[in-house]
C-alpha cells in the first residue's frame, strides 16, 4: 500500500517563498543563523535532496538555496530538516528559471549546483529541457567573479545540448578545458539519481564552468578572489585572466 505523504513540519520550517525573499531578503531569511555577509550557493531541482543536504553538511558556514519545482519533494525535504540540526539551508518551491530572476541577486552565487535535470528526449519537448540559454546567462549573471556553475547528465544527446550552451556563455569558462566535460568528479557524493544511472552503466558527464572576471572586477581584490575551498568538484580553479 502507498504510503500517505505528511504534511505536519516535525520543527523548523527551513521553507521561503518567492515574495518572502523579495520582502525580506536573504540575509534576514537565514537570520540568526548565519551572518552578513552571506556566502551562497544555490541547487536547482534538488529532488530528494541527498546532495544538497551533503553540501550544507560540508560547509555549515555557507548559505544553500534548493529550489524544486516539485512541491511533494519540497514538502519531503522540509521535513526531512525539520528533523535534523542542520540551519544553513532553506527551501523554494518553483521553477528554477523563475526563481533565479525573482528571487537571486547579481553577483551573488559562489556556486551552481544542476545535477541530472530531465533530458527531454524526444526533440518536440526540447525547449523543456531546464539547460537554455537564457538561464545560463542568468545563473552567469548571478555568479561571483570565480563562482562556479556545475551541470551533470547521464544522457548523451543532452550532454551535446548542455555543452553547447555552456560554451556559447561568454561569461563561463570552462574548468576542465581542453576537455569539454569529464565522465568522472572524484569526491562528488553521487544523487539519488546518479546512482540509478551508474547501476545502469550509462555514461556520465560533468561540466565545471567558472565566472570569469569583468574588466574592472579583476582590478580590486574582491573580484580576483577565486573560491577554491568550494567542496565537491573543483580541484583545481583556473587563475582568472
Ligand atoms: C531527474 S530529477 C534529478 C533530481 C536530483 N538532482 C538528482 O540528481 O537525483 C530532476 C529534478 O528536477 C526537478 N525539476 C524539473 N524542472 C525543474 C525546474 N524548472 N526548476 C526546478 N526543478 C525542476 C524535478 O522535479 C526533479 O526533482
Known sequence: MARRLRYDIPGPDRRVSIEDVQAKGWEEIFAPDLQPPLRMVLEIGFGRGEFLQALAEASPEVSHVGVE???KRVLKMARRLA??????VRLVHGPGESVVAAAISPASLEAVWINFSDPWPKERHHRRRLIQPALVAALAERL???GVLHVATDDVDYAEHI??????EARLQNLWAPARWRPEVPGRPPTAYEREWRAEGRPLHFWAYQRRALAEAARGPAGAALRADCPFGVDEPKRLP
Do not use: F, K, Q
Open 144 to 146: 561571483v567573479t570565480g
Open 163 to 168: 555543452d553547447a550552451v555552456l560554451a556559447a
Open 83 to 88: 528533523r535534523m540540526d542542520l540551519t544553513n
Open 69 to 71: 519545482v516539485s512541491w
